[in-house]
């Protein structure tokens, strides 16, 4: 049973489930079906913030979510970690959010680290979770999601007007690297302002300057797969409009792909867009993602060459590679 104190938290820190429909943001729509899949993947995950905010509990949380559909899921895990970094920056107590990594959200571990760049997103600096304190290889996926959330709820700002927000890569020490993967998750933002329609994302992507694109379109990648909203020639499209780079929108392919079999969520369009994007099943997409992650004995090469991108780009050079380099 909710306490008053924990029912007043939900309503203050819980965004208004208009906020995630399309016509609110003004998104493109493309149709009823897309819409219906991205404003579901928005009212889960706003289902998970409410109730992390509202419990205060990794384990009541978990609860309230392990039952929801497996297609959606995740993203409500995704909004419990934003939910739990926000308390742990806003009230008194630490460890919610170590707690839920290290229990109920370790299975959403890649959904739940982005979840925490959304709380980064909300929250003054003084009060931004540590992340050094993650692990070192995933911890680059706070800067996914705090770029998806500036392209998300900023669209002018960051998509139309494609400004680049130097924050969170100057306030954490993690440089400019951390620029190049707040542009995958803006990509993954990019499919939903384009509202699932393929043609209107590649447009949005070639709208950036081209250094930028191959991110974009490895965040694309990702979400289609793991949100889905298009069948296979959708897909189709997708891969042939990302020309030089489809071998980027498979890498972000494989990542959702590794995320959906780690939490036991693979669902029916997920195994319809690796097999479009990488050429393989959801389960062989997400092998080759686990084979080629780099243990901690690989030394990184640089700031601009950590061992995530040595990770990124050894997978779209090895579906590159299995596809003959064909588009």
Request: proline share 6%; charged share 25%.
């Amino acid at each position: 049973m909710s306490s008053a104190m924990g029912t007043l938290r939900r309503r203050i820190m819980t965004p208004g489930a208009t906020e995630v429909e399309l016509g609110v943001r003004g998104f493109h729509e493309a149709g009823d079906q897309a819409r219906l899949v991205l404003e579901t993947v928005g009212a889960s995950f706003l289902t998970g913030l409410g109730d992390a905010v509202e419990t205060a509990s990794p384990e009541r949380t978990d609860r309230g979510l392990v039952g929801m559909d497996r297609r959606y899921r995740g993203f409500a895990y995704e909004g419990a970690a934003m939910g739990f970094a926000l308390l742990d920056g806003l009230l008194p107590g630490k460890g919610r959010t170590p707690r839920f990594l290290d229990g109920p959200g370790s299975d959403h571990i890649y959904m739940a680290y982005i979840g925490i760049g959304w709380a980064m997103a909300r929250l003054p600096r003084p009060l931004w979770p540590d992340t050094r304190s993650l692990d070192p290889l995933l911890r680059w996926l706070v800067h996914d999601g705090y770029g998806f959330h500036q392209a998300y709820f900023h669209t002018d700002e960051y998509v139309r007007r494609r400004r680049r927000d130097h924050r969170a890569a100057r306030r954490t020490g993690d440089g400019t690297y951390a620029l190049r993967v707040a542009d995958q998750g803006i990509g993954r933002a990019l499919w939903f302002v384009a509202g699932a329609d393929p043609d209107t994302a590649v447009a949005l992507v070639e709208s950036f300057p081209p250094g930028r694109r191959a991110d974009l379109y490895a965040g694309v990648g990702l979400a289609v797969t793991y949100a889905g909203g298009v069948g296979e020639d959708g897909l189709a499209r997708l891969r042939e409009g990302a020309g030089e780079h489809r071998w980027e929108l498979a890498q972000g392919s494989a990542f959702a792909a590794e995320a959906r079999v780690r939490a036991d969520l693979v669902v029916p369009h997920n195994e319809i867009a690796t097999g479009v994007l990488c050429g393989t099943d959801t389960e062989g997409a997400a092998r080759t993602c686990r084979r080629l992650r780099p243990g901690p004995e690989v030394p990184e090469t640089g700031p601009e060459r950590p061992r995530y991108e040595l990770w990124r780009s050894s997978l779209a050079e090895e579906f590159a590679r299995r596809n003959g380099g064909k588009g």
